[in-house]
C-alpha cells in the first residue's frame, strides 16, 4: 500500500495497518469482547474525525469571508430574506447531521454493551483477588481436587468462554487485560464479573488500571491463552503438589524457606507452607514473571528479589528476610524446582 493510502487508512481505522499489534493493545483484540470493544473505539473515531473536521472546515471558511476586502463589507448588505432560508437550511442539517451522530455511537454503545455481559456456554470459572499489589488466581471446579491457586498469571483455554469473578482484599483495582476485554474494577465487598472468550493463542500482558497505591504501575500479571489440550496438562500440573526437591542445595533451601518467615505469608502445597497472604508458591517456576510482573522470572532476578524487596517495589508487603548469602541461593535453588 503507498504511504499515504496506508496513512489515511491508519487515521480512517484507527489502526490494525501498521504498527499496532502487541501483548498489551485493544488495538490488536484476541478474544470476543476486545473486538466488540474495537468496534466501539473505531466508530468514535470515524464519527468524532468526521465532525472534527467539518467543524475545522467551517472555521477556515468563516475566516476566510472575514479577511475579504473591506469594499465587501462596505456595500449594501444583501436583502436579509434572501439569506434566511439558506442559513436556516443549513442550521437543519448540522443538527441532523448531530443527531444521526449521536445516535449511531448510542446504538453501537448499547449493542456492544450487551455482547460485553454475554457469557457462552460451559465457562471455565476463575476467580481473581486484587491484593496491593499482586493477583491472586482461583480455577474453581466441581470437585475440591479441581481447584487450585496460583499468581499473577492466568492460563486460559482457546475459544472457551471464562467467567472471571472479581474481588478486591483491600482497595479498589481494575483489572485490564487490552487485548481480551475492557476494564472492570475490583471493590473491596462487591463481586463483579467479566466474560472473556478468548479467540487467538499467545501471551498477553494485563495491567491494574486503576490507582491502588505506590506500586500500582508494578501491579500487572500475564495471560496465556493455550490450545484445549495444552491447557488442560497445565492445569492438571498445578493441581498437583509441589514435588520434593532431590538435590542437597534444594533439600536445604526447602529447610530455610519453611524454617523462616517464608512459611508466614507464603503456600506450597505439599509442604509445611500453608499460609494464604502473599502467592502460592507451588508452581512459582512454571511462572513467566515475578512480583507481579516487576521481574522476569529467573535466577538473578529472583535473588534480587528476595534480598531486597523494597528495593525492587518500594511499599511492598513482603519483607527483607535476613538470609546469609548460602541461604539465599539455596532458597531459590529450591524455588526453581517449584516448576
Ligand atoms: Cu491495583 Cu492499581
Known amino acids: 500500500m503507498p504511504r499515504r493510502a496506508q496513512l489515511v487508512a491508519l487515521l480512517v481505522l484507527g489502526g490494525g495497518v501498521a504498527g ?36 475545522l472546515g467551517f472555521l477556515a471558511w468563516a475566516l476566510w469571508r472575514a479577511r475579504r476586502p473591506a469594499a465587501v463589507d462596505d456595500a449594501p448588505l444583501p436583502a436579509e430574506t434572501a439569506a434566511e432560508p439558506a442559513l436556516a437550511r443549513g442550521l437543519t442539517g448540522w443538527v441532523a447531521l448531530i443527531v444521526a451522530g449521536l445516535l449511531v455511537l448510542t446504538t453501537v454503545s448499547f449493542l456492544v454493551d450487551r455482547s460485553l455481559a454475554e457469557v457462552g456456554p460451559d465457562p471455565l470459572k476463575i476467580k481473581v483477588t486484587a491484593n496491593q499489589w499482586w493477583w491472586q488466581v482461583e480455577y474453581e471446579g466441581d470437585a475440591p481436587t479441581d481447584r487450585f491457586t496460583t499468581a499473577n498469571e492466568l492460563h486460559l483455554p482457546l475459544n472457551r468462554p471464562a467467567v472471571i469473578e472479581l474481588h478486591a482484599a483491600d482497595v479498589i483495582h481494575s483489572f485490564w487485560v487490552p487485548n481480551l476485554s475492557g476494564k472492570t474494577d ?15 493463542l499467545g501471551a498477553f500482558r494485563g495491567q491494574c488500571a486503576e490507582f491502588c497505591g505506590f506500586e500500582h504501575a508494578k501491579m500487572a500479571f500475564d495471560v496465556v491463552v493455550d490450545p ?9 500440573h498445578q493441581i498437583q503438589s509441589a514435588s520434593d526437591p532431590v538435590t ?24 509445611d ?3 494464604t497472604v502473599g502467592p502460592d508458591l507451588t508452581h512459582l517456576a512454571s511462572r513467566s514473571h515475578i512480583a507481579a510482573g516487576a521481574l522476569p522470572n529467573d535466577t538473578g532476578d529472583l535473588q534480587a528479589w528476595i534480598a531486597d524487596p523494597q528495593g525492587v517495589k518500594p511499599g511492598t508487603a513482603m519483607p527483607r528476610v535476613a538470609l546469609n548469602s548460602g541461604q539465599l541461593n539455596a532458597v531459590v535453588d529450591y524455588l526453581e524446582t517449584l516448576k
Open 20 to 55: 499496532c499489534s502487541g501483548v498489551q493493545t485493544a488495538l490488536d483484540p484476541a478474544a470476543d469482547q476486545a473486538a466488540s470493544i474495537e468496534v466501539i473505539w473505531r466508530t468514535m473515531l470515524v464519527v468524532c474525525g468526521v465532525m472534527y473536521l467539518l467543524v
Open 186 to 200: 475490583l471493590i473491596p465487598g462487591r463481586t463483579n464479573y467479566m466474560a472473556v472468550t478468548p479467540r487467538r
Open 228 to 236: 484445549p489440550r495444552t491447557f488442560e496438562a497445565w492445569r492438571r
Open 248 to 271: 542437597a542445595e534444594a533439600v536445604y533451601g526447602k529447610q530455610v524457606f519453611t524454617s523462616q518467615a517464608c512459611v508466614m505469608c507464603h503456600r506450597i502445597q505439599g509442604t
Open 273 to 275: 507452607a500453608g499460609a
